[in-house]
């Protein structure tokens, strides 16, 4: 049973940085493509960041230049690097492989 847990997040100030990290269980890690979606209340679930088994990435626009998706197959862990944090920014955070997702995790933006 392929199982997914966040971890990482937190409230850290505007211009701040966190890392989350998504530990994967019951599959084969690194033939699979990750990949990292976030809701805000009130909205849509988007995607974040995403990245194939042969570690080809994709950010939206809103997080290019300031996020990192990373992933480590020996410990079946992906990662988000998050730099330059804005309020905007802040959601729950979910990892995803296919149909499968995480429960999430909190990051709060503010002063």
């Known amino acids: 049973q392929v199982q997914l847990v966040e971890s990482g997040g937190g409230l850290v100030q505007p211009g701040g940085s966190l890392r989350l990290s998504c530990a994967a269980s019951?599959?084969?890690?690194?033939?699979?493509?990750l990949g990292w979606y976030r809701q805000a209340p009130g909205k849509q679930r988007d995607m974040v960041a995403t990245i194939t088994s042969r570690g080809t990435t994709n950010y939206a626009d809103s997080v290019e230049g300031r996020f990192t998706i990373s992933r480590d197959n020996a410990k079946a862990t992906v990662y988000l690097q998050m730099n330059s944090l804005k309020p905007e920014d802040t959601a729950v955070y979910y990892c995803?492989?296919?149909?499968?997702w995480g429960q999430g995790t909190q990051v709060t933006v503010s002063a």
């Open positions: 995803n492989l296919g149909d499968r």
């Open positions: 019951g599959m084969i890690f690194a033939i699979y493509g």
